[in-house]
């Protein structure tokens, strides 16, 4: 399958509710302002900038004096696209080691998407190393080691309930005496507002700083698409204490909630870097702001072909 047909299929929920809402509406008039609204708002979008993109979307339709229905939903799809930043990895690492630190909420995909990222990384002949810095949950360091085997990356883990921030120290200096392209750590899914939790993040950043301090080069908050609007708390708690580099969302394709990408996007000027359409080793994908607002709106012509 390629990249457009699989990021499809991961947003088809999104782009049929939004869809079956316009679809209805052929007249260029109030009537689809709201039904535009309405979709938008039912992606997850949020009220407030749904409310935005519609009134930069009427004032871009008076410039540009556009008259259709498909007009105006093409000028909506090519706002939307320029405000949802394309940024990826870099292809390059230099110094080595380059160290992504993986943080969330319990469950949202961490460690699958780190065992992805570590697929795609060693597909491009980079050397990879996991580190299981979540010594928390039982069976968390088993999980981390089997997609290190996987992924022929090397591994580094203590006992469980080591302190995690040692199992980082550790990983550091191994991933620089084996001259390692990239160690991702894995951390302990943890809840946002759980304060001594957040303690010991800031705890585990502060020692893979001291020991290399251009460490860590990214710091990746996942996000789960599915948990909608509540991911604005998810990312303003761990941006505040971390200062997060780049999301991934995950589990779009279990969602009709798309939109949350856009709402984390406008609201932190944080980038999505990658998105998971699924639990496949190959289901993770570098975000692409045009592929992802096709896949998610798709065009009307095409909808009202499928309604009609
Ligand atoms: N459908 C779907 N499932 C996913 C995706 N990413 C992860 N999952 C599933 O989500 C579940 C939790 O994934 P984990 O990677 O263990 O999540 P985690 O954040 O590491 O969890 P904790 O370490 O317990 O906090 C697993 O069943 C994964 O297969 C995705 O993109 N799509
Ligand atoms: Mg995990």
Do not use: C
Not at 22 to 31: P, R, S, V
Not at 108 to 132: D, F, P, R, Y
Not at 144 to 149: D, H, K, N, S, V
Request: glycine content about 8%; charged content about 25%; overall charge negative.
């Amino acid at each position: 399958m390629n990249l457009l047909a699989r990021l499809k299929e991961g947003l088809s929920k999104t782009r049929t509710q939004i869809t079956s809402i316009l679809g209805g509406e052929e007249q260029f008039n109030e009537a689809f302002f709201e039904a535009l609204e309405d979709a938008l708002i039912s992606a997850d979008i949020g009220v407030e900038l749904s409310g935005e993109i519609l009134e930069d979307l009427r004032q871009r339709i008076r410039q540009d004096k556009i008259s259709s229905v498909d007009g105006a939903y093409e000028a909506m799809k090519t706002m939307l696209i320029e405000q949802l930043d394309i940024q990826r990895l870099p292809d390059d690492f230099p110094p080595k080691p380059w160290v992504v630190l993986v943080v969330g909420v319990n469950g949202v995909g961490k460690t699958t998407t780190i065992g992805k990222l570590a697929n795609e990384l060693h597909q491009s002949g980079k050397t990879v190393m996991l580190g299981a810095v979540d010594t928390f949950r039982a069976g968390a360091i088993e999980q981390l080691r089997i997609w290190a085997q996987r992924t022929d990356s090397a591994f580094v883990s203590q006992h469980e309930g080591a302190d995690p921030a040692s199992v980082a120290f550790d990983a550091m200096e191994a991933a620089k005496a084996r001259n390692t392209d990239i160690l991702i750590l894995d951390t302990a899914g943890r809840l946002h507002n759980k304060v001594n939790l957040m303690h010991e993040m800031e705890k585990i950043l502060r020692v893979i700083k001291r020991n290399t301090p251009h460490a860590p080069n990214e710091i990746l908050l996942v996000v789960d698409a599915t948990t909608g609007q509540n991911a604005m708390k998810q990312v303003a708690a761990f941006n505040d204490v971390l200062g997060i580099t780049g999301l991934v969302i995950t589990k779009l394709d279990g969602t009709a909630k798309g939109g949350v990408a856009l709402a984390l996007t406008k609201t932190f000027g944080i980038p999505v870097k990658k998105i998971g359409v699924g639990e496949g080793i190959e289901d993770l994908q570098d975000f692409n702001a045009r592929l992802y607002i096709e896949a998610m709106f798709g065009d009307l012509s095409e909808n009202s072909i499928q309604n009609g």
